[in-house]
């Protein structure tokens, strides 16, 4: 399934008319969002939890560079390697160096949202080395040959049903006959993936955060995936986003919490591992070799520019499960790595805005975004301002529109008359509850994906000047 | 140096004037939850039912005999025949070692050439640095004789815990690595907060235990000073 932003609307309004994903996103999205407000309402002030943890992402980005090199010296001085790339072939080649050096035939790779970005199982497979996604969502995914829809939640759209149906007949588990039973299913996958462990010659990990002071990368999971998948293995390679640095292990013990609750409702992940270096040398498990690959691909680009605080996210996913648009379509329909209000905003940014045009308009800039970030990014300001720097990318057409719309705004008369005009056409295009569907012309544009109110028979204006001389009778003022 | 770091750093140097203004560090950070009753009872209390809330278990004994006789009701209800433990010196319950030998259970401990033999046991015992009562958590940490695998390869998970080593929250936890400047996390390849037995919710979100790491964790606390 290719990725294409651009195609939202078409998208969208197919994810509108599948039924079967209206359930599961009914379900697994409002539960989330539930479960978030019920968990964050809980601590000793989620104001006070999301400034605090706001700072601690801010000052990360504040100290960029020097808390970099600081990374790199600590991890290197235990014996791990540090290798910068600027983009994701750079990454991607890093990695399958690394595979030659050593030998390494097979990896086990742990959720990571940054490497869906670097597309780097399909790299890695193209040149022979075989990889295995071991958290259970990613894994589904991996088998359906799909993409996950969601940053913390990959398989959110899927019903059990399907799942089972997949698993029957790509995997060859004994079909259910009554009841699905998502143990079974579970059960059935943890086997499967146990003896894939001890054939891999290494690990793939993401990172969550990187405390500079340590140069320690956190990486947090529920089902232990990460950890087992680098605890077998000689090797283990984490990929991270240069962007998710944060100065010290306070400012760890802040968000490594609201992430979770923000997340799952959880008051921590099951496993909050942390990882200072290879194993010691009489060490009985653990990694021989350690390698942190410190990804840019695009974040330089948008830092210390009106976006920069895009960068802060920690992809707890909250703002997915919160949002109306996300709700109702899902996270397919968005085309891009990055689903939802932030995928919204840093899709454009890290992919070009000419292969996103849609995105930011994707939102109704209702702020539930905005109420729900754990660091209160202002999403909604910033997908404002992407569509101030698309208006060079819109028609001639749809531009002088909305020039039109601006210059009758400010000239009552002329708003008055137009507004008349409309109401008295508006019937010859309206349906049946009087909801404008195809408007004539390039106004067409509009109805395409959107409802138009009807124009009512009345305006505001009239409304008012009839209301407001009628009191003036009746009060005698 | 190479080529790729100086250009990334060069970039976000030159780049750094945009960015909004970060606030100072916090004199004091807000913790994320706080208990009423920091007594040793309290930390206890709360630690056991944030625990059991996530279908972990603890049990309380006074004492090492009572903590001896607790490892063995609870391998014998599981039906465990092997254990991979700790290096007994890191797993505070002296005469561990003797006591199962005497029942019959095999232990071992993780080297670098017995993974399959790991595989084999049904049970994993060892200790851990610390609790967090707040949030059900224990930490554990890596050094030899103190490997991963005891706390993540069996699906049943046994931990020793002294109840000293009970603390309020991970802030407190991370206060007293400070207070050591850092020096015993600077030590350690590896450090693991868990919280809970290992889970899943990614099938409509059911709750599921054990997808790969243990789906049974049992604390045994023992009460009072060591």
Known sequence: MALDANRFAEAASRALQDKQLKAALDHNARLADATRIKSMAATTGAETLRQQGRGARLRGLAQLPELLEQTEEQITARGGQVLWARDADEANRQVLAICQRHG?????????????????????????????????????????????????????????????????EKLGMEPMEDDIDPQVMTRFARQYLRRRYFEADFGITGGNFIIAETGTIAITTNEGNARLGTALQPVHVAIVGIEKVIPTWEDYATLVQTLARSATGQQLSVYSTLYNGPALSEEGDGPQHYYVILVDNGRSDIYGTQYSEALACIRCGACLNTCPVYQNVGGHAYGAVYPGPIGSVITPLLTGVENATPLPFASSLCGACKAACPVDINIPDMLLGLRHDLQEEQSPLWRLGMQAWSWSFSHPLLYETGRKVSAALSGAFSGEDGKLRSLPGPLGAWTEHRDFPPFPQESFHDWWRRERDGQSGQDGD | MS????????????????????????????????????????????????????????????????????????????????????????????????????????????????????????????????????????????????????????????????????????????????????????????????????????????????????????????????
């Open chain 1, 104 to 168: 390494l035939r097979f990896g086990v790779k742990s959720k990571s949202m940054v490497t869906e970005e670097l597309h780097l199982v399909p790299f890695l497979e193209k040149h022979g080395v075989r990889m295995l996604e071991t958290d259970l969502g990613e894994f589904v995914v991996q088998v359906d040959e799909s993409r996950p829809s969601h940053i913390v939640a990959p398989i959110m759209h899927m019903k059990k049903e399907g799942i089972h149906k997949l698993f029957v």
């Open chain 2, 3 to 226: 080529e790729a770091r100086e250009q990334i750093l060069g970039r976000l140097r030159d780049a750094r004037d945009g960015l909004p203004d970060a606030p100072a560090a916090p004199e004091r950070y807000q913790p994320v939850s706080v208990l009423d009753d920091e007594s040793a009872e309290g930390l206890l209390s709360r630690f056991r039912t944030e625990l059991e809330g996530l279908q972990g278990e603890v049990y309380v004994v006074p004492d090492e005999e009572a903590a001896l006789d607790q490892v063995l009701t609870l391998l014998a209800e599981s039906g465990a025949r092997h254990a991979l433990t700790w290096d007994w010196p890191h797993i505070p319950l002296p005469g561990l070692a003797h006591a199962l030998g005497e029942v019959g259970i095999d232990t071992l401990q993780a080297t670098p050439d017995n993974r399959e033999a790991c595989e084999a046991a049904e049970a994993g015992i060892s200790g851990a640095d610390a609790a967090i009562a707040a949030t059900g958590s224990l930490v554990v940490s890596t050094a030899p004789g103190m490997g991963r695998l005891a706390t993540l390869l069996p699906p049943q998970h046994i931990v020793l815990l002294r109840q000293e080593r009970l603390l309020p929250s991970l802030e407190a936890w991370v206060a007293q690595q400070r207070a050591d400047d850092l020096a015993h996390l600077g030590t350690r390849s590896n450090l693991c907060i868990i919280t809970g037995p290992s889970r899943t919710a990614d099938i409509e979100k059911n709750l599921v235990l054990g997808v790969h790491g243990p789906g049974r964790l049992q604390v045994v606390v023992v009460e009072g000073e060591s």
